[in-house]
């Protein structure tokens, strides 16, 4: 029998683009035990929109991603939890490829993807993505002694969320939720980077202006906080350390 997997979705007035991403969670070819939608203070039909569709909705009055993404993995019931965003845009056998993944690798703790930018004009569309990704996933490697998990397309096991839950730093709504949760997973974790795993994702803040110069704030931000418990060599001294017993291979 699949894995159960519980999806989460943090969103604050995100009712068309919710409504497009819970139509495609609906073709799943397999489909989840649940998808849980945090309501992060929605003045608009957010709510209605998941409802709708048969999604369980957390409210999260505490402002941010990181509270709202925080309160949806506490509230995950699945074996897996599975994060998307309300603009993301799975294709029909996503899922099945999540649950495969960890069912064919027990050791597996973390999975994360890539994405198509599918509003950004199409001879820029693809290179955003792959220059974007790519400096993402080799800058917080570097950073975190680990591959990071990206929000738009990840998924972890909920013993591993439970085990860190209490270490995210969910009150701080100027953070990247998804790389702080990468650094409290421990430089240990064994995260596996799919690059096939694709979802459409919207490159809205990667157009300049102020949405992207918060997004770089809110890296610099989400690596002074962290480095601050632990640095990048004291990481790197922990990956590359000898393996506790009992540890599983890292990745």
């Given at each position: 029998?699949?894995?159960?997997?519980?999806?989460?979705?943090?969103?604050?007035?995100?009712?068309?683009?919710?409504e497009?991403?819970l139509?495609?969670?609906?073709?799943?070819?397999?489909?989840?035990?649940?998808?849980?939608?945090?309501?992060?203070?929605?003045?608009?039909?957010?709510?209605?929109?998941?409802?709708?569709?048969?999604?369980?909705?957390?409210?999260?009055?505490?402002?941010?991603?990181?509270?709202?993404?925080?309160?949806?993995?506490?509230?995950?019931?699945?074996?897996?939890?599975?994060?998307?965003?309300?603009?993301?845009?799975?294709?029909?056998?996503?899922?099945?490829?999540?649950?495969?993944?960890?069912?064919?690798?027990?050791?597996?703790?973390?999975?994360?993807?890539?994405?198509?930018?599918?509003?950004?004009?199409?001879?820029?569309?693809?290179?955003?993505?792959?220059?974007?990704?790519?400096?993402?996933?080799?800058?917080?490697?570097?950073?975190?002694?680990?591959?990071?998990?990206?929000?738009?397309?990840?998924?972890?096991?909920?013993?591993?969320?439970?085990a860190?839950?209490?270490?995210?730093?969910?009150?701080?709504?100027?953070?990247?939720?998804?790389?702080?949760?990468s650094?409290?997973?421990?430089?240990?974790?064994?995260?596996?980077?799919?690059?096939?795993?694709r979802?459409?994702?919207?490159?809205?803040?990667?157009?300049?202006?102020?949405?992207?110069?918060?997004?770089?704030?809110?890296?610099?931000?989400?690596?002074?906080?962290?480095?601050?418990?632990?640095?990048?060599?004291?990481?790197?001294?922990?990956?590359?350390?000898?393996?506790?017993?009992?540890?599983?291979?890292?990745?």
């Open positions: 029998m699949p894995l159960t997997l519980s999806v989460v979705i943090p969103a604050k007035d995100d009712a068309p683009a919710l497009r991403c139509t495609l969670l609906d073709a799943q070819t397999l489909p989840p035990l649940e998808v849980v939608v945090v309501d992060n203070g929605s003045r608009d039909s957010t709510a209605e929109v998941a409802l709708a569709h048969g999604a369980r909705v957390v409210p999260e009055p505490a402002r941010g991603i990181p509270a709202a993404a925080a309160t949806g993995y506490d509230a995950a019931r699945g074996e897996v939890v599975v994060r998307c965003d309300a603009d993301s845009r799975p294709p029909a056998d996503w899922l099945v490829r999540i649950a495969r993944a960890f069912e064919d690798s027990p050791e597996l703790e973390a999975l994360t993807g890539s994405g198509d930018f599918y509003d950004l004009p199409p001879g820029r569309s693809r290179l955003h993505g792959r220059l974007y990704l790519w400096s993402y996933y080799v800058t917080m490697h570097a950073a975190l002694a680990h591959r990071p998990l990206w929000g738009s397309n990840m998924a972890m096991r909920r013993s591993r969320w439970e860190v839950s209490a270490e995210v730093h969910r009150t701080d709504p100027e953070l990247h939720d998804d790389v702080d949760l650094f409290v997973l421990g430089p240990r974790l064994v995260v596996r980077y799919d690059p096939t795993l979802v459409g994702v919207s490159g809205r803040s990667l157009q300049g202006g102020e949405l992207l110069r918060r997004r770089f704030r809110r890296a610099f931000r989400t690596l002074a906080v962290n480095w601050r418990d632990t640095p990048p060599w004291s990481r790197w001294a922990q990956r590359l350390g000898p393996a506790r017993a009992g540890s599983p291979p890292r990745a």
